[in-house]
C-alpha cells in the first residue's frame, strides 16, 4: 500500500537524524497516529472547503446565517467521504463481509458523522450570533468533531471489522 510506503519513508527519515524513540512510538501507536493524520487531512478538507465556499463562492450571500450553513454542510459532506475512505482502508483496515455488513458500516459512519456535523453548526451558528470569528469557530469546532469521531469509529463503527495481516 503506498501510504505504508509513505509512512516507513517518513519514519526511516525521523531514525535517520536522531528521532528514532519518536518512530518507534509512532510503529506502537499506529492506529491513533493514522487517526490524527488522516483526521487532520480530513480538516483540512473541510476547513478548505469551507474556506472556498464562504469566503469566495458565497461571498455575495448577505445573511451571514445562509452563507454559514450552506458552506458548512457541503463540506461536511467533501470532507465526511474523505474520512470514511481514509478511515476504512488507512486507519482501521475495516473489511466487510457482504453488502449488509458494508451498509451497515457506512449507515454507521455517516450517522455518527450527521451526529457530530449538528454539533459543528451549532458551533458555527453560536459564532454568528456571538460575532465570533466563523473560521476561528471553524477550527475549534473540527478540533471537538475530531476527538468524538475518532470514539464513535474505535468503540462503534469499526470495531471488531479490522482485518488480519498474514
Do not use: P
Not at 518507534?24 to 478548505?48: C, D, P, S
Not at 463481509?97 to 459543528?120: H, M, P, Q, Y
Amino acid at each position: 500500500m503506498i501510504i505504508d510506503k509513505i509512512e516507513e519513508f517518513c519514519l526511516k527519515i525521523l531514525e535517520k537524524i536522531g528521532l528514532k524513540a519518536l518512530a518507534e512510538w509512532y510503529r506502537k501507536h499506529q492506529e491513533g497516529m493514522r487517526y490524527l493524520v488522516f483526521g487532520a487531512l480530513t480538516t483540512v478538507v473541510n476547513i478548505i472547503t469551507y474556506t472556498i465556499l464562504a469566503s469566495l463562492i458565497l461571498r455575495g450571500i448577505e445573511n451571514d446565517s445562509v452563507r454559514v450553513n450552506v458552506s458548512e454542510i457541503i463540506a461536511f459532506i467533501v470532507s465526511v467521504i474523505f474520512a470514511y475512505v481514509t478511515n476504512k482502508r488507512y486507519v482501521f483496515n475495516s473489511k466487510t463481509n457482504g453488502f449488509k455488513d458494508f451498509i451497515r458500516e457506512i449507515a454507521s459512519f455517516f450517522s455518527c458523522r450527521i451526529l457530530t456535523e449538528i454539533i459543528s453548526i451549532l458551533m458555527m451558528n453560536a459564532a454568528v450570533w456571538l460575532s465570533i470569528n466563523d473560521i476561528l469557530m471553524k477550527v475549534i469546532s473540527n478540533i471537538v468533531v475530531i476527538i468524538l469521531n475518532f470514539v464513535f469509529s474505535k468503540i462503534w463503527i469499526f470495531k471488531g471489522k479490522q482485518k488480519t495481516e498474514s
